[in-house]
């Protein structure tokens, strides 16, 4: 479904997201902690309140919330940058690779060096998270990507997301407005 986001976060505390849609109507909002990942769907009154553990059934235990951090904007992913890492070229292209745990990684840089890809694979476990950046926009002195693919498999549960930045911008004081209204139901 198309639908329009609104992403604000503060950096390593939290991830706010505003869901509208036709006619600018708000029909979800998510806050995401380090600790915690709250979703509310205003169309059917209801929430989820979970660890933020939950977000290991799709994406594998490595993935943390400075993982998800990363990812939505278009960084490496932190742990993936060590010593142990191989690194090679591939055309123009870097590629870090290697493994964490029972995760295998593979990080593809373009030749300015920004991230264009991000593969997470736990064969074990079956999952598999891919994040292509594929289209890169000036935001005052930065360079981040407009375009960001994300494609994730565990098991039967595939969820695919592209999400396209029209705008962007940094080091704004911002507000994070977010409260459950009593009439919603929890959801398991």
Do not use: C
Not at 11 to 32: C, F, M, N, P, Q
Not at 92 to 106: C, D, E, F
Not at 175 to 180: A, N, Q, R, T
């Amino acid at each position: 479904n198309d639908v329009t986001l609104n992403l604000r976060i503060q950096h390593d505390k939290k991830i706010w997201v505003s869901v509208t849609a036709l006619l600018g109507l708000e029909v979800a909002r998510a806050l995401i902690t380090p600790d915690s990942i709250i979703i509310i769907n205003r169309l059917q009154g209801m929430y989820i309140k979970k660890p933020f553990s939950y977000v290991n059934q799709y994406a594998g235990k490595q993935v943390n919330y400075q993982t998800l951090e990363a990812l939505l904007v278009g960084n490496a992913i932190p742990q993936l940058l060590n010593e142990s890492a191989d690194i090679s070229t591939n055309n123009a292209n870097t590629v870090i690779s290697g493994s964490m745990q029972t995760m295998l990684y593979k990080l593809i840089l373009g030749p300015d060096f920004k991230v264009s890809q991000t593969n997470l694979d736990n064969p074990q476990a079956g999952q598999h998270l891919q994040v292509t950046n594929s289209a890169f926009i000036q935001a005052g002195t930065r360079i981040v990507p407009s375009q960001i693919d994300i494609a994730s498999a565990v098991a039967n549960k595939k969820i695919q997301i592209s999400l396209h930045y029209n705008s962007v911008d940094f080091d704004k004081t911002l507000e994070y407005p977010f409260s459950i209204p009593d009439r919603f139901t929890p959801v398991d």
